[in-house]
């Protein structure tokens, strides 16, 4: 049906009411009616931009603020608890879940259900086929956990198989996340604080005003990690292993290096005192430590390998096996939770206006130099 006969008078009357003009400018437009762009651009603004005091328009930012840092200190603890939990996430789902797959259906050309089938379940590797690096027998574990001699191969199950470690120094993160639904939870998780620190980043480079070197430094070290974090995700350690492994230590060692940048700067602003540096200078050494000492095991390993000799232990024994995947996780968790740790601090130890200027980048324009004497 067209629109000929159809005639739409706008009410004459003068409404204040930004939302009705709205509607009966949009109304015109559907109508086939002339708009003057400028009434449809003085509309929207009326209906949707913030209208006189800047109040207003702090109250909005205010709100918008909030509910960011609410899904930064809500998300974090979640990311963590993901990582931190792999080796009893994998066991639990996949040791219950092995054998589920949904169901299909093929239709004819006519479009009628020719038959419905289920295809092979998440895990269908032999129990034969996988190897424990740790002198345990995969075979046992399967039938004693699952009853079947059943294994997750590469990508396969909810998590990466978790009954026994496959790596030769123990379990790792990234083999616990070469399947797609747990890289897409780790990424998903730990999107709110990344983003965050991307955030921080801005807020450290106008508050502290770094040397041009120092800004580049700062932001660089943070673009490595982003470009080198996506790419690790892409690239599965089972899929590409060496490639990942590269991966692994380039956004790590970027990530790391970022951090001490934000640290320094922030000492070189406010001295050892202020919130940023000491929580930015305990993630950055705890990060480090966690990762120094959980890269023994295969560091002892790798020398062994060189001198031609068993001279250190094997570690890939017991709880040591889960050494290399422990320090991986927690240095994450550090690292991701430096924003989320700042926020807290700062609200603990600032007052309620300095909280709000530090997280609203409320800045003040005087960066001179202070005088120290």
């Known amino acids: 049906m067209g629109s000929q006969g159809i005639e739409f008078e706008p009410d004459s009357s003068d409404s204040s009411d930004p939302e009705e003009e709205i509607t009966t400018t949009m109304m015109r437009a559907w109508r086939g009616g002339a708009v003057d762009r400028d009434e449809v651009k003085k509309h929207l603004s009326e209906g949707l931009l913030s209208r006189g005091a800047g109040q207003d328009h702090h109250k909005s930012l205010m709100q918008i603020v909030v509910l960011f840092n609410w899904a930064v200190l809500v998300s974090w603890p979640l990311f963590s608890c993901f990582l931190l939990l792999q080796p009893l996430l994998s066991n639990w789902t996949n040791n219950?879940?092995?054998?589920?797959?949904?169901?299909?259906?093929?239709?004819?050309?006519?479009?009628?259900?020719?038959?419905?089938?289920?295809?092979?379940?998440?895990?269908?590797?032999?129990?034969?086929?996988?190897?424990?690096?740790?002198?345990?027998?995969?075979?046992?574990?399967a039938l004693k956990y699952r009853g079947v001699a059943v294994g997750c191969g590469c990508g396969q199950g909810v998590f990466g198989e978790g009954l026994c470690p496959m790596s030769y120094y123990g379990f790792t993160l990234s083999e616990f996340v070469t399947t797609g639904p747990a890289i897409a939870a780790m990424l998903g998780l730990g999107f709110f604080p990344l983003l965050g620190t991307w955030a921080n980043t801005l807020m450290v480079h106008v508050k502290t005003w770094p040397s041009p070197?120092?800004?580049?430094?700062h932001f660089i070290t943070m673009v490595v990690f982003q470009v080198s974090y996506i790419l690790w995700s892409i690239a599965s350690a089972c899929v590409f292993p060496t490639t990942h492994s590269l991966l692994t230590v380039t956004f790590l060692g970027a990530f790391l290096a970022h951090w001490i940048i934000t640290a320094s700067l922030c000492v070189a602003k406010w001295g050892f005192q202020?919130?940023?540096?000491?929580?930015?200078?305990?993630?950055?050494?705890?990060?480090?430590?966690?990762?120094?000492?959980?890269?023994?095991?295969?560091?002892?390993?790798?020398?062994?390998?060189?001198?031609?000799?068993?001279?250190?232990?094997?570690?890939?024994?017991?709880?040591?096996s889960y050494a290399f995947?422990?320090?991986?996780?927690?240095?994450?968790?550090?690292?991701?939770?430096?924003?989320?740790?700042?926020?807290?601090?700062?609200?603990?130890?600032?007052?309620?206006?300095?909280?709000?200027?530090?997280?609203?980048?409320?800045?003040?324009?005087?960066?001179?130099?202070?005088?120290?004497?």
């Open 96 to 141: 219950s879940w092995y054998s589920y797959s949904a169901l299909d259906n093929i239709y004819g050309d006519n479009g009628t259900l020719v038959r419905s089938y289920h295809p092979p379940g998440l895990c269908t590797t032999p129990a034969s086929e996988l190897h424990c690096s740790n002198g345990q027998n995969f075979t046992e574990l």
């Open 213 to 217: 070197a120092a800004a580049f430094a």
């Open 274 to 320: 202020s919130v940023e540096a000491k929580v930015t200078f305990v993630v950055s050494k705890l990060a480090i430590l966690s990762i120094v000492l959980g890269a023994i095991p295969r560091v002892f390993l790798a020398l062994n390998s060189v001198i031609g000799s068993p001279i250190f232990p094997n570690w890939n024994r017991g709880i040591g």
């Open 325 to 373: 995947w422990f320090a991986e996780a927690a240095g994450l968790s550090l690292t991701f939770g430096a924003y989320p740790l700042v926020l807290i601090g700062m609200y603990f130890v600032k007052s309620e206006e300095e909280y709000m200027e530090f997280v609203t980048l409320r800045l003040n324009t005087d960066h001179s130099v202070e005088d120290t004497d």
